[in-house]
Nanobody, 120 residues
Framework: QVQLVESGGGLVQPGGSLRLSCAAS????????MGWYRQAPGKQREWVAA???????DYADSVKGRFTISRDNAKNTMYLQMNSLKPEATAIYYC??????????????WGRGTQIAVSS
């Protein structure tokens, strides 16, 4: 079994910052690409950012220059530093990762999400 657990969500004022974490645990052999997605109320889930196992990153245009994705491979943990937050960033943020478990299977894993609310 592999679990992804997000943390760091909360309420923040417009222009503020938050840092999300996503920790992978369980029967892990290796963690491949990881990413963040978000789903705003009444909207479809959208991709936010991604990072490969060697640290290459990519971002949605809507967050480029304000969000930074990173990871600590030793801890099987990914982060999302979010600066200059806007109200439209209000959403549930989900962690996604491709994980090879100790049996050799590669699983597409999702966390349960963490809520971000940007409001004054």
């Amino acid at each position: 079994q592999v679990q992804l657990v997000e943390s760091g969500g909360g309420l923040v004022q417009p222009g503020g910052s938050l840092r999300l974490s996503c920790a992978a645990s369980g029967s892990i052999f290796s963690v491949n690409a990881m990413g963040w997605y978000r789903q705003a109320p009444g909207k479809q889930r959208e991709w936010v950012a991604a990072i490969t196992s060697d640290g290459s990153t990519d971002y949605a245009d809507s967050v480029k220059g304000r969000f930074t994705i990173s990871r600590d491979n030793a801890k099987n943990t990914m982060y999302l530093q979010m600066n200059s937050l806007k109200p439209e960033a209000t959403a549930i943020y989900y962690c996604n990762a491709g994980v090879r478990d100790r049996t050799g299977w590669v699983r597409d894993c999702w966390g349960r999400g963490t809520q971000i609310a940007v409001s004054s």
